[in-house]
């Protein structure tokens, strides 16, 4: 999707991907511009088990995280749950552009969107041959690395860049060459079918999100979404939805609705729920860039001795406390 940072020419041994032994690993180092204010210098390491740059500090203070030395933001975690082809990624992209984020460099921006997808567990060639005849259930929750899943959204809250690979729905695997890193940003949106199955990974989010589209709606558009874009034939499509995606929405994705925040009634075309949504997150931001600039630049404060409570002790400071008797 267009509105990750692609970044074919990464730094990265994207070869490696998927492949590598799982001790195998290696560093590079890339001078990096985080938001509008910031650089840092950033070692990262790609490991098979975890494609996060992982080599910057992890302490949080309030919202502030550090990046090797570098104040970074920890984001405001959104999570978008909803079926197949309900329209989360058209809500994420609506909300990014309400929010002004579209036509904006990939490293300057506030709100960036990842995919659940992007944690699909590698297949074995026996499960790719079965996914080929629409044979496998990537509706299932053991479909995806949840493990992964949650540390890398860990370390998304770490204020961490983060980088994951994009997914490839014709060959059912993620794109060895093309790696999405993810820069600290403002508000993280995550979007997928089960993004609220996992109750670890549930418990990361500040706010969730259910797009609830009525099923005949989301096969509707499936149908050609999969045969246009995802490489698949009609028989193809209607035997999986039927024997997988319609069965495991309704035993694990739809339950999750009521863990929302928020339902989105029609998805995109539900315009006021979504202007109330990008509403709330401008409040949120003011709110944090308000209390940000607070912690960056502290009250003077001044204890003033027991005893003398009329002698001012620093006569320029704001705020005056009192030492309890
Ligand atoms: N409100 C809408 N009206 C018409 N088509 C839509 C609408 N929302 C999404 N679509 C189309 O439906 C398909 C699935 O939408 P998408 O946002 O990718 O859903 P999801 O991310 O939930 O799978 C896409 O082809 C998209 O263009
Ligand atoms: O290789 C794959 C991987 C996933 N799918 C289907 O994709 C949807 C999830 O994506 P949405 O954008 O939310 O529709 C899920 O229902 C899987 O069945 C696939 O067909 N092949």
Redesign the pocket.
């Known amino acids: 999707m267009d509105m990750y940072d692609h970044r074919p020419g990464s730094a990265f041994d994207n070869s490696r991907f998927g492949h590598v032994d799982a001790s195998a690993s290696f560093f590079c180092t890339r001078r990096l511009n985080i938001g509008n204010r910031r650089t840092a210098n950033v070692t990262s390491k790609y490991q098979q088990k975890q494609f996060v740059c992982a080599n910057m500090s992890d302490k949080r203070s309030g919202s502030i995280c550090k990046l090797n030395g570098v104040e970074g933001k920890a984001p405001f975690l959104i999570g978008v749950a ?1 079926g ?8 994420c992209k609506r909300i990014m552009e309400k929010l002004g984020q579209v036509d904006m460099d990939q490293k300057q921006r506030q709100v960036v969107c990842i995919s659940q997808d992007s944690f699909y567990r590698d297949l074995t060639p026996k499960e790719i041959a079965k996914a080929e005849q629409g044979q496998y259930n990537f509706d299932h929750p053991d479909a995806f690395n949840e493990t992964l899943m949650y540390e890398t959204l860990k370390d998304v809250l770490a204020g961490k860049i983060v980088q994951i690979p994009s997914y490839d729905y014709k060959h059912h695997t993620l794109k060895k060459d093309e790696i999405l890193t993810i820069y600290p940003a403002d508000v993280v949106l995550f ?1 997928g079918i089960l993004v609220f199955y996992f109750p670890e990974v549930r418990k990361l989010f500040h706010m969730k999100l259910f ?1 609830d589209t009525d099923s005949d709606t989301r096969l509707a ?2 149908v050609p ?1 999969d045969i246009n874009e995802r490489g698949r034939d009609l028989d193809q499509v209607l035997s999986q939805y039927m024997n997988f995606v319609k069965p495991a929405f309704e035993e694990f994705c739809s339950p999750t609705k009521k863990f929302a925040d928020v339902i989105i009634p029609r ?3 539900n315009s006021v729920a979504i202007d109330l949504i990008v509403q709330h997150i401008r409040d949120i931001l003011n709110n944090k860039r308000n209390s940000e600039e607070r912690s960056i630049s502290p009250p003077k404060v001044t204890v003033t001795p027991v005893g003398s409570p009329s002698k001012k002790v620093n006569a320029s400071a704001d705020i005056i406390f009192h030492r309890p008797h």
């Open positions: 909803g197949t082809a309900s329209g989360k990624s058209t809500v979007e797009v558009r499936r979404r998805g995109a075309d």
